[in-house]
Every structure is written in structure tokens, then in C-alpha cells.
């Protein structure tokens, strides 16, 4: 029986956010990173020495400072709160890197659906993770440092400074794994995302993103008021386009970016498969519910949309579903599986600021 899920609310500078969000999970952090190195070495079939998983770490660690010094911060204090080394709060911000490409044989991370209706804007997914860890899931409320910064909401988990949310200025992102050729140091995926939501729109994430070393291959798909923008990348090369709507699972869908894909052939067929269920359900996905539902499809089962690991630590497991409406600052979150769990809402202090969106979406309207 999972816990019931949990908002952490921060502010302050980098140092304190981080600090107030060990401190609230403290044991659930101190747990889960000390236990194989938050689990890696227990999916891994080649676990990876200590020695060489901190120094991993540290040629990170010398990225994150240079290149975003305000996470870096971050994690600094998420150390001290937590009362864990600065290293194992690296550790946790890492641990896709460290874990390589899907265990399972047949593993997925992850369906996106991007669409707007007459409701406005939703984007949901699928949270797909290996490592039995539904229970770490939390929502992370980020509270604005000072006038021009956003309020940002986010799915996360205990210990993990970024992975899917929306933010204060109409944008909502949303991330689904990619496999590629692994490169040098960088920025793992899930900090790239706290970048993107301290940013205004898409056009800005995108160059942001460009000009950032990147640790491993990503799609973002990012929802703002001009509509949908793919963001694929790795560690190399990133591509980015426009869309009205968008459906993904984890193979690359950039022409471009095709060849660089490593995904095993069970992964690329389960993952084709999905995105097959998604587009055959999308015309049933009419509002939050409905869009739980088609997220709770079992026609692939034990994998599929609503994947079930059934205690195998190796295998993907649907740890959550999320639907946000990023023009209302609503996040919705199922915390386990979503066929058998009730959503839970959650709302930005204010929505987003009509009068900043207003005029980009008539802009878009008269494209």
C-alpha cells in the first residue's frame, strides 16, 4: 500500500530550497540512496564499482557547477537537509546516467499526449521507472525567489530537483527517455527541466537547452500558448519543432536524429506499440478523467500505457500519471499505478497571468 502523496513547498534562495526539501524527506532520501546506491546496482546487470560510480559523480559534479551553479546550490543544501553527503545528493539527480539504457527487455519510460481542445491545453503522461519506486513520489510546489520568477509545480520524487511540471508562466513540460550514444559530463535531463521552467516559453527553454552540455538523450515536449514544440536531443545534437498536438512514447521521431537511436528492439517495439494505443485512444481522451483512463490501458499488460512491474525491481512500472493544464496552473497526479489509484489536484498559487498569455494566443490564433 503506497503512502498518500505528498506536497513539499520551498523557497528562498538555492541553498534553502534545497535544504527545506531534504529536511522535509529526510529519511525517505537517507533510505533510498543508501540502499545499493539508490537502487542502481540492484537493476544493473553489470553493477558498477563504488569507485567508479563517484567518480561518475565528481566529473558531474565539476559540470553542474560551471554550467548551473544555482542547482548546484540546490543540491548543496538538499545534502545538508538531508543530512546525506553532497556526493549521494548528486548521486540522486544522476542515477539515469548511472543505470544506462532499460533494463528490462522489453522496457518503456513513458507516453505523452499534448493536445488542446475546447477546454484548453492539457498534456499528460505516463511516469514509467524502473526500481520499484512509486512511493518516493511527491508534488514539489517551488515558490518565487523574487519579481520575474516563476511559481513552478512539479511531479518529482523525494531527493530528485526536477522532472515533469508546469510554472506560473503558462508553460508546462513533460519528458520521455530517450537512448543514445552516451557523451562527456553534463547536465542530467532531469535538472535541464528546472531549467525550462524557470523560463518564460518554449523558444527560450530551446535555446537554453542548445547551450547547455547535456548528459544523456531527452525528449521534452513543452506545451506554452503558441502550441506544441518537441524538443529531442543528445548529448551531441538537439532538434526542435512545432507541433498543433503531439503523441510520443521513447524511440526518436526527428528524421535526423533516427540514426542515433539505441533503444533494444523490444524497447523500440513496445515503445511503437504505445504510441499505436495512444493514437487509437486519443479521440476517447476528452478531459482529465477520460485522459486517466486511456493512461490506464492494459492491452500490452504487464507492460503497455499502465505498466505493471508486479515487484521485480528490473522491470518499468507506472509509478504515476500526471494531466496538467498548464492555462489554469493545474497539475493532476495519480501516485502508483493510475487504473487503480485516484487523481489528486493540485493548483499554482494563481493561475498563470492572462494578461501576459492572452496576446500570444491571439498571435497563434492568427498564424
Sequence with gaps: MLTPLREVTVS???????AQHGEALRKEIQDFVRDDFARVNRIRHAPLPAARIWRIVDEHRQVLEAQ???????????????????????????????????????????????????????????????????????????????????????????????????????????????????GGPGVPPYLLVREALARPDAASVVGRLEALPRASARALTLFDARGVTCCEFTPSRLRAWHADSLLRTNHFLHEELVPDDRLNIFSRNGSRRRLELLKAGLASAVDDASTFTLLSDHSLFPTGLCAHAEGDVRRPDTVAAVVMRPDEGVLSVTKGNPCRATPVEFRLSRPPDAARIAPVLNEAASC
Design 12 to 18: 528562498g534562495d538555492a541553498l534553502t530550497r534545497g
Design 68 to 182: 548551473v551553479p544555482e542547482l548546484a546550490r540546490e543540491v548543496q543544501g538538499l545534502a545538508r537537509g538531508a543530512d546525506i553527503r553532497y556526493e549521494e545528493a548528486l548521486l540522486l539527480q544522476l542515477r539515469r546516467e548511472l543505470l544506462g539504457a532499460p533494463a528490462g527487455p522489453a522496457g518503456g519510460d513513458c507516453s505523452t499526449l499534448a493536445v488542446r481542445d475546447a477546454r484548453g491545453r492539457r498534456l499528460a503522461q505516463t511516469v514509467d521507472q524502473d526500481g520499484l519506486i512509486a512511493d518516493l513520489g511527491i508534488v514539489l510546489r517551488i515558490l518565487p525567489e523574487h519579481d520575474g520568477a516563476p511559481e513552478v509545480l512539479m511531479f518529482t520524487f523525494a531527493g530528485l530537483l526536477g522532472y515533469l511540471g508546469l510554472n506560473s508562466f503558462g508553460l508546462g513540460v513533460s519528458i520521455n527517455l530517450l537512448t543514445s550514444d552516451m
